[in-house]
């Protein structure tokens, strides 16, 4: 299969070719997926023929963002997008032996943690309480508990209103009620009650 760069080569100047992205992240699966990649401000006259392009590469890449700006922004800590393929944005992503849904565009998720979970997941051991704050969509509290069911209970704290609704989502499609407690609200304000519920258990 060709790359990205050897498709788009022959529609942009030779004089950009090095500033062609190498690569993007996929989120969801062949069921649905986003890509998701950053272009340079040099190939910005050519950024929907990349977008095309990742569509064309990729069958079941139905919308492509473009990443804009360096850093996550707001309370949130979200990036912001452009839509070169416009599409849906929320998908189901599988990852090892769980999924996480998630719309990328309201709450943050990297695929790229993925080695990071399973690191962490790793080190948990049985009858283990784990307090999660900045839980998110739940992704690693669903890698621990795949890895190792035998946790007595994950704390999950959420401020983001739709990370915390897809946590709840996550929790029932990985089949894991009663195994998370997830508390949406500031994690500095909640990790005091956080430790008393970890003092019950």
């Given at each position: 299969?060709?790359?990205?760069?050897?498709?788009?080569?022959?529609?942009?100047?030779?004089?950009?070719?090095?500033?062609?992205?190498?690569?993007?992240?996929?989120?969801?699966?062949?069921?649905?997926?986003?890509?998701?990649?950053?272009?340079?401000?040099?190939?910005?006259?050519?950024?929907?023929?990349?977008?095309?392009?990742?569509?064309?590469?990729?069958?079941?890449?139905?919308?492509?963002?473009?990443?804009?700006?360096?850093?996550?922004?707001?309370?949130?800590?979200?990036?912001?997008?452009?839509a070169l393929?416009p599409g849906?944005?929320?998908?189901?992503?599988?990852?090892?032996?769980?999924?996480?849904?998630?719309?990328?565009?309201?709450?943050?998720?990297?695929?790229?943690?993925?080695?990071?979970?399973?690191?962490?997941?790793?080190?948990?051991?049985?009858?283990?309480?784990?307090?999660?704050?900045?839980?998110?969509?739940?992704?690693?509290?669903?890698?621990?508990?795949?890895?190792?069911?035998?946790?007595?209970?994950?704390?999950?704290?959420?401020?983001?209103?739709?990370?915390?609704?897809?946590?709840?989502?996550?929790?029932?499609?990985?089949?894991?009620?009663?195994?998370?407690l997830p508390?949406?609200?500031?994690?500095?304000?909640?990790?005091?009650?956080?430790?008393?519920?970890?003092?019950?258990?």
């Amino acid at each position: 299969m060709p790359t990205l760069k050897e498709v788009v080569k022959p529609l942009i100047p030779r004089e950009l070719w090095d500033k062609i992205p190498r690569s993007f992240d996929i989120v969801g699966s062949r069921s649905g997926a986003i890509a998701i990649i950053e272009i340079p401000p040099e190939l910005e006259s050519y950024k929907f023929v990349i977008g095309e392009a990742i569509i064309k590469l990729n069958k079941h890449v139905k919308t492509v963002l473009r990443r804009i700006g360096g850093a996550r922004e707001g309370e949130f800590r979200l990036y912001r997008y452009e839509a070169l393929v416009p599409g849906p944005t929320e998908v189901i992503h599988k990852e090892g032996n769980y999924l996480i849904k998630v719309d990328p565009t309201k709450a943050y998720f990297s695929p790229r943690d993925q080695g990071d979970r399973e690191d962490i997941a790793r080190q948990v051991r049985p009858n283990e309480v784990i307090l999660y704050p900045f839980a998110g969509v739940g992704p690693y509290a669903i890698a621990i508990l795949k890895a190792q069911p035998l946790v007595r209970l994950v704390i999950a704290i959420e401020l983001n209103e739709h990370a915390y609704y897809y946590m709840l989502d996550n929790i029932k499609l990985n089949r894991l009620e009663g195994k998370v407690l997830p508390l949406l609200g500031d994690a500095a304000r909640l990790m005091g009650y956080s430790t008393t519920l970890i003092g019950l258990y």
